[in-house]
């Protein structure tokens, strides 16, 4: 972020903001030194200064560690945003000033899996080579709150099309949903994977989004007969590691583990003899224009995945989008 140390906030410094959302995150003065390259003294300098210039608190302890108060999250959310907005115009800027391109930052919710990435990229430079594609992390997390922050102006994500006036969503299509095994488990010769026939067999899960409502409980329905192995780990790569060394199973959206399918490392059979499926969107912003560059990479997405079969095949998508 050239030339952003040089910025001021009214009374606070800009690495004052990223004190506070890196405390946000961590919970730990030691955990936010190390993110933010610096050492723990200056943190604590950094974080007194900060409560000296507003005149209130905006750190508290709790039993799971530090927090900010609602103060300190108030301020946080407002400097992510105007941080993430400033950042975009830098960089759309300097490739402006560079090709003449203008630049879209793009992410995915959940899967920080980009197999596909290459082939759409080839797409995009036929159909609109004034667009230049960057990758945003954050919507891993938090696709939608990383739209109104800024610091993506593209979310792909799936369920249902955000309600909320402020995204406007265009569909991909539908992608099966699977459990997922080695081909050595003992389940992988059944035609249908599920609590039903799992037994003591280890589920591991893993966070959809930090967004509420992203869970497959909530996406799915609770299942007839619970799981009784349930093991949480902190992303869903950790997960293929550990299914692939045919520790356990869990349930993928079928194109995130398309590559692992195709070299046979994993195997995926359906979670109901009916099959399910969730929609995946593209959303932006309901307050860019529809031509801008983020609705003109929205629709070129939309339009890879609906007329090329090399897309499909990558994307794992099995039905049209509507």
């Known amino acids: ?3 952003i140390h040089t910025i001021m906030i009214p009374r606070l410094a800009v690495h004052h903001l990223t004190l506070l959302s890196a405390l946000a995150d961590t919970g730990s003065m030691t955990a936010s030194a190390a993110r933010l390259g610096v050492t723990q003294s200056a943190i604590s300098h950094r974080l007194r200064e900060a409560e000296r210039r507003l005149g209130l608190p905006l750190v508290q302890r709790t039993d799971r560690g530090l927090a900010l108060t609602a103060e300190g999250e108030r301020i946080r959310r407002l400097g992510e945003k105007f941080l993430g907005e400033l950042f975009r115009l830098e960089q759309e800027l300097e490739a ?3 090709d003449s391109r203008l630049l879209v930052r793009l992410g995915q919710a959940t899967y920080s899996r980009y197999h596909w990435l290459p082939a759409f990229l080839d797409h995009l430079e036929k159909v609109d080579p004034n667009l230049s594609v960057d990758l945003s992390g954050r919507a891993t997390g938090h696709p939608l709150e990383a739209l109104l922050d800024g610091s993506v102006d593209v979310s792909l994500i799936f369920g249902r ?3 909320l006036a402020s995204f406007r969503a265009i569909k ?3 992608d099966p949903i699977v459990a997922v095994l080695s ?4 389940l992988a010769q059944e035609a249908v994977v599920n609590s039903l026939n799992m037994g003591n067999e280890r589920f591991f899960t893993y966070p959809l989004t930090a967004e509420p409502g992203f869970d497959w409980t909530t996406l799915l329905g609770a299942p007839t007969v619970p799981f009784r192995r349930l093991t949480h780990m902190p992303t869903p790569e950790a997960v293929i ?6 520790f ?11 590559p692992e399918l195709a070299d046979s490392t994993l195997v995926a059979r359906p979670i109901s003899e009916e099959g399910i499926s969730l929609d995946w969107w593209c959303v ?9 560059p983020a609705g003109r990479l929205a629709r070129a997405l939309a339009n890879w995945g609906r007329n090329s079969d090399h897309a499909l095949s990558t994307l794992a998508f099995e039905t049209e989008p509507t």
Do not use: C, Q
């Open 1 to 3: 972020m050239k030339y």
């Open 96 to 98: 402006s000033a560079k």
């Open 172 to 174: 991909l299509a539908a």
């Open 248 to 258: 356990g199973v869990a349930i993928f959206s079928r194109w995130a583990i398309e």
């Open 241 to 246: 590691d550990l299914i692939r060394a045919n």
């Open 284 to 292: 932006t912003r309901a307050s860019d224009p529809e031509d801008g």
């Open 183 to 186: 081909p050595n488990h003992r």
């Open 161 to 163: 099309a955000p309600a």
